[in-house]
């Protein structure tokens, strides 16, 4: 059974550090190099999250791959940090400067994964 919520990506642009001009939009990125968990991420962002689309990655290179691609629609990027091609931390950075060279909307980005420390929790942090 769900809980009442926001939708999230009302959520993120209510709660977002951008400027009033920012937009978002309603779908959400997730990015994860292990499919099942990556489904159940997924079944469970649909079910609850109040977004019209969730976009799928198998790893950091193709989750940079699908952020630039659809920028503009998505509100939220979900991804591990431990995966193959290029980590999440990684990706995360590559979005960073992709975003600064062309002036887009900095898109808020979480950390999924179970391999976290404290020292960890704030580069992530950090990161955005």
Known sequence: R???HQP???EVAATSD???TA???SAVAVIDDTEI???ILVKNVKRNAGVSSVLE???GENGFKTVVQNHDQLCLVLSDILMPKMSGDEMVQKIRVWEKQNNKTHLPA???TGNAN???FKRYKDMG
Do not use: K
């Open 2 to 4: 769900s809980l009442p």
């Open 8 to 10: 999230v990506c009302e």
């Open 18 to 20: 951008a400027t009033s």
């Open 23 to 25: 937009r978002f939009g």
């Open 37 to 39: 968990l990556r489904n």
């Open 57 to 59: 990655a198998d790893n």
């Open 110 to 112: 979480y950390a999924i």
């Open 118 to 120: 404290v020292d960890d």
